[in-house]
């Protein structure tokens, strides 16, 4: 199985910032992409920002310039570096990776992961 563990949340005031990371864990044989997405209260899950293996990188219009994805293919993490925070920014921040296993059979296949969430509050 597949685990992916958040850490870094927290409260914040406006125009601060915060640091998110997620570890990937358990059979791995490989990860295509990885990313974060938030969901505020009464709202839906939205894509905040999302990166390939390769390294390219999408974001929310909302968070351009302001927030970073980044990846370690070596440790199966990603960050999330958000700066120049607002009060809008508040919601839970989930990690997301598609990653793909190998059974004893040598078999591969892609599945979806999310993490537990974590909860950041910027307040104004």
């Known amino acids: 199985q597949v685990q992916l563990v958040e850490s870094g949340g927290g409260l914040v005031q406006a125009g601060g910032s915060l640091r998110l990371s997620c570890a990937a864990s358990?059979?791995?044989?490989?990860?295509?992409?990885m990313g974060w997405y938030r969901q505020a209260p009464g709202k839906q899950r939205d894509l905040v920002a999302v990166?390939?293996?390769?390294?390219?990188?999408n974001y929310a219009d909302s968070v351009k310039g302001r927030f970073t994805i980044s990846r370690d293919n070596a440790k199966n993490t990603v960050d999330l570096q958000m700066n120049s925070l607002k009060p809008e920014d508040t919601a839970v921040y989930y990690c997301?990776?598609?990653?793909?296993?190998?059974?004893?059979?040598?078999?591969?296949?892609?599945?979806?992961?999310w993490g537990q969430g974590t909860q950041v509050t910027v307040s104004s």
């Open positions: 990166i390939t293996s390769g390294g390219s990188t």
């Open positions: 358990g059979n791995i044989f490989s990860i295509n992409d």
């Open positions: 997301n990776a598609l990653i793909v296993g190998r059974r004893a059979s040598g078999y591969r296949y892609q599945s979806n992961y």
